[in-house]
């Protein structure tokens, strides 16, 4: 009987000492949420400091966990806070955590010279579209092999169909035309590639994998219900 009474006493004790279930400390709450994202771990991982604008990424990121009803493991981030003098666009398999292209990509004639500062999901703009898509199927036309795209959010580029917004190589898309006129040639709204790329960009990111196009736009994160 004393041991009986002994055992329920220490028990007794020990959930006071160490209650079960008890709140957690700001170091934990903080550890758990970053276990749960992921996103600055596999930033890490990939080596991305350095090449992609880490905000660029974790936006991306955001809304690939959203949006990846499909288990599709291919994200593209095209980062138009981004001249076009640079390679701003990133075709990453975040299964493998592997950079599969860095590429030159031409914005809208209309969304501005070297850099992209204005958007529309308005036909006729002739201007870029920021926000997530879905790539679709191949076809061959005017531009050559070109690659479809859905737009995903509302308001924002769902009109990429019907405005014939798609992926495809343009010669005006080269380190050659960089050096002559101080930026990339520009397209009518399509995030056109160097011919070289496009082929095998597109044969990679085809087929129903997410694409992200980025710019640090205070008035895309307010209307996007994405990011």
Same mark, same amino acid.
């Given at each position: 009987m004393r041991i009986l009474i002994? !055992? %329920?006493?220490? %028990?007794l004790f020990w959930n006071l000492s160490f209650p079960i279930g008890g709140r957690y400390t700001p170091e934990e709450t903080s550890l758990t *949420?970053? !276990? @749960?994202?992921?996103c600055e771990i596999l930033y890490e991982q990939m080596n991305l400091s350095g090449m992609i604008q880490f905000d660029a990424f974790k936006s991306?990121?955001?809304?690939?966990?959203? %949006?990846?009803?499909?288990?599709n493991s291919i994200l593209t981030l @095209?980062?138009?806070?981004l001249p076009s003098t640079q390679k701003r666009m990133y075709v990453l398999d975040l299964a493998g955590k592997e950079v599969l292209y860095v590429s030159y990509v031409s914005h809208g004639q209309k969304s501005g010279d070297n850099y992209a500062t204005s958007f529309s999901n308005r036909n006729g703009s002739h201007q870029s579209s920021l926000g997530f898509y879905r790539?679709?199927?191949t076809y061959q036309g005017g531009n050559g092999y070109? %690659?479809?795209?859905?737009?995903? *959010?509302?308001g @924002?580029?769902?009109e990429a169909r019907s405005r014939a917004i798609v992926i495809h190589g343009a010669d005006y898309c080269s380190e050659q035309v960089i050096s002559s006129s101080g930026r990339l040639g520009r397209s009518f709204g399509c995030p056109a590639l160097p011919r070289e790329l496009a082929k095998p960009i597109i044969n990679t990111i085809k087929g129903g994998s997410l694409l992200f196009i980025y710019?640090?736009?205070?008035?895309?994160?307010a209307l996007s219900e994405v990011v």
């Open positions: 002994m !055992s %329920l006493f220490f %028990l *949420e970053f !276990s @749960i994202d992921g991306a990121f955001i809304g690939y966990k959203k %949006l990846n009803n499909n288990k @095209i980062d138009f806070s790539t679709g199927g070109s %690659l479809l795209l859905d737009g995903l *959010e509302k @924002i580029n769902d710019s640090d736009r205070t008035d895309y994160t």
